[in-house]
């Protein structure tokens, strides 16, 4: 098995590169933005005070890892609320 920290690094490479990938053929590029500082300070929570439901990848028995996807669907739905009340708010002001 390998360490713990190559499925952390790979889980972060892969979430930026799909993310990267979206913006750059113009899906949702603020919602995107938002997403990725929502989900790198979740991350610094999660591994910073031990929360388990904020870190992508989760210890699992000896050795092994699960990806927790809670991690990447709570910071995703904030990040299109937020995107989405920005649209009203913009619309409401025109």
């Known amino acids: 098995m390998f360490p713990h920290w190559i ?6 490479i892969s ?3 799909v993310s990267f990938i ?3 053929k113009g899906w949702h590029i603020r919602a995107l933005v938002i997403f990725l500082v929502l989900f790198i300070m979740e991350q ?7 929360i388990s439901v904020f870190m992508v990848n989760k210890p699992h028995g000896s050795g092994g ?4 996807f ?9 990040a299109f609320l937020i995107d989405y009340a920005v649209k009203l708010l913009k619309k409401t002001t025109e």
Not at 7 to 12: G, H, K, Q, V
Not at 70 to 78: D, E
């Open 15 to 17: 979430i930026f590169a």
């Open 22 to 24: 979206c913006m750059k």
């Open 44 to 50: 610094l929570i999660g591994y910073g005070m031990d």
């Open 7 to 12: 499925y952390i690094a790979l889980s972060f």
């Open 70 to 78: 809670g991690s990447i669907v709570i910071p995703l739905f904030l």
């Open 65 to 68: 890892t699960t990806l927790s």
